[in-house]
């Protein structure tokens, strides 16, 4: 095929502009998903953001239980459970009774959700309905109703999804703060 230079240059041209036009609707795309396009998850982030260093959370007297991880991958991170929360069974946005951090090669906890529990249900925050988890769990519990809110970790499963697929424990032995 001969192609004289002028349309060899439109054509780069044309292949540029689609290029283009496709790295900005794949960010678009990708801003979209995000930013959780969630009212509650904007509402948990403002009532929760103190969260951001974990200090905050040992302060109000969360601790820390192991890593969480999928069997078919992904991972909700190191939860921060608060034990008074847990049992008097509130829902109550600004005191959730897990807060989860994913573990980061550099030692240390990013915020990436909360974790709302309850034994009374069927449950809902703000329109958002709870997932049940029966008894016996890999948790020790009762049966119970929680809901995740991935506020601060976009999850491409879905804002209220157990697990995300963006979350690794990989680093988990070596977080500390």
Request: glycine residues 8%.
């Amino acid at each position: 095929m001969n192609m004289t230079p002028s349309i060899c240059a439109r054509l780069l041209v044309t292949v540029a502009a689609l290029s283009a036009c496709t790295a900005l609707a794949q960010a678009h795309q990708g801003a979209a998903a995000s930013s959780a396009d969630s009212p509650l998850a904007d509402k948990v982030r403002a009532a929760n953001s103190r969260f951001l260093d974990v200090k905050a959370a040992t302060a109000e007297g969360y601790a820390p239980i192991p890593c969480a991880s999928g069997i078919t991958g992904g991972a909700m991170g190191i939860h921060y459970v608060n034990g008074d929360y847990l049992k008097d069974d509130k829902v109550d946005i600004a005191r959730p009774e897990a807060v989860m951090y994913e573990p980061m090669a550099d030692g240390t906890l990013k915020l990436v959700a909360v974790e709302y529990i309850t034994s009374k249900g069927p449950t809902a925050l703000d329109g958002q309905l709870f997932n049940f988890n029966s008894a016996p769990n890999r948790y020790g519990l009762g049966p119970f109703y929680e809901l995740h809110v991935w506020a601060w970790k976009a999850n491409p499963t879905g804002t209220f999804a157990d697990m995300n697929p963006k979350v690794s424990c990989e680093h988990a032995t070596t977080a500390t703060r």
